[in-house]
């Protein structure tokens, strides 16, 4: 019976050992290819070594960190880890995100918007429609257009998924507020937000996916081929078309599994199957590709990623009114570093795009700034005009 257990500790000493030694090896050498995170994080860097940072104790502490970032399959033990909370408790590591019923995921500030936890309050609302009316009149004061996109969150396209210990506010939203102003300072704008909600029961193919926090591929397409149609009719010009005669219906892939891969998981989770036209794009010859600036959050990102090279000219996407695309592809630049109105007043149509989880800072920062430009050169011509 001694016997039997000796033996038993000591076969689980050799395993103990050989795990050490395998991790280990596998930290010096990387000698079994393992999938990397994905997400956006930072690892440790490695520190040298000095006598001043081992007797402060920085040394230890930062080379505790680089080991906890860089020990042998680190990523497949992650994955591990996040797919039995995941799979046994419902629980997602990945920031401001919650699984609701079904397991949509959401983020959190998706719900705060249906619920009007985050209202900013009637006067800070009318008082940023007010300057945007005045924006808008000025753009076309010049012979360009400022077109207002509001999109709709997952959390206001699915609420009958949200979790059911979400506190259910049923108080005034930033959105409708938002929409009674539009009405009344006369702000023209596209609402997708409606559109799509009113869509959700007679579209063939689904607009939002389960495991992702934006609309869909497909749902992007539709809304390309409608602010296309708006800007030939804003600016009475003929421009090329994006268009399809197929539809493809596959597993979800980026960007509609854009919180699934966030999440790092073993196996990606099962979800009904997403629609992914084969999307083509009309010859620009003979028609008019106006020059586009679009503003707006990371709704517009899938969008700019399909490549609208074919249907505007100079296309950017400055992402938040801060990152410039597609210039932080290769070459890091931000608006803090351009002649901020002298980019915008080289475009023909500028695009101002927020969601409902968005609006609470919507614009970030460009009402205010043109509102205040438009008014200084208001002041200088009539100064010139005395």
């Known amino acids: 019976m001694q016997n039997k257990k000796n033996r038993t500790l000591v076969t689980l000493l050799i395993i103990l050992v050989s795990l ?105 609302i009318a008082t940023r429609m007010h300057k945007l009316k005045f924006v808008q009149d000025s753009f076309n004061n010049l012979g360009k257009e400022l077109i207002v996109v509001l999109a709709v969150g997952k959390g206001s396209f699915y609420p009958e998924y949200i979790p059911d210990n979400f506190y259910d506010w049923s108080g005034t939203t930033n959105l409708e507020v938002y929409r009674q102003y539009m009405a009344e300072f006369g702000v023209k704008h596209i609402d997708f937000h409606q559109y799509f909600i009113d869509l959700k029961a007679h579209t063939p193919y689904p607009l939002y996916p389960q495991y992702g926090i934006h609309w869909s591929h497909y749902s992007m397409c539709l809304v390309i081929d409608s602010l296309v149609n708006y800007i030939e009719k804003a600016r009475n010009i003929e421009m090329p078309h994006i268009y399809w ?81 597609p210039n932080c592809n290769y070459n890091w630049l931000t608006t803090r570093e351009i002649n901020y109105h002298e980019e915008i007043l080289k475009n023909d149509v500028i695009i101002l795009m927020g969601t409902d989880a968005t609006l609470p800072n919507f614009g970030w920062g460009f009402i205010e700034e043109m509102y205040t430009f438009f008014n200084k050169q208001q002041d200088i011509k009539k100064s010139e005009t005395n």
């Open 20 to 124: 050490f030694v395998l991790q280990f090896t596998q930290y010096q050498f990387k000698w079994i290819k393992i999938k990397p995170l994905d997400g956006y994080y930072l690892d440790a860097t490695k520190i040298k070594f000095s006598l001043k940072d081992w007797f402060s104790a920085s040394y230890q502490k930062e080379q505790d960190k680089y080991l906890n970032d860089h020990f042998g399959f680190r990523s497949f033990f992650v994955r591990l880890n996040h797919q039995f909370r995941f799979s046994l408790f419902n629980k997602v590591k990945t920031a401001w995100v919650t699984v609701g019923k079904d397991n949509y995921l959401y983020e959190f500030n998706y719900i705060s918007a249906i619920y009007g936890t985050d209202f900013i309050g009637y006067d800070s």
């Open 245 to 325: 005669d197929k539809v493809n219906m596959a597993k979800p892939r980026y960007p509609d599994n854009d919180i699934s891969k966030a999440m790092n998981l073993l196996f990606p989770p099962r979800s009904f199957l997403m629609a992914y036209p084969d999307l083509k794009f009309e010859s620009s010859a003979g028609k008019t590709k106006p020059a586009v600036l679009t503003i707006a959050d990371s709704f517009y990102g899938g969008m700019f990623e399909i490549g609208l090279d074919s249907l505007f000219t100079n296309h950017q996407f400055w992402f938040y009114n801060t990152d410039i695309f």
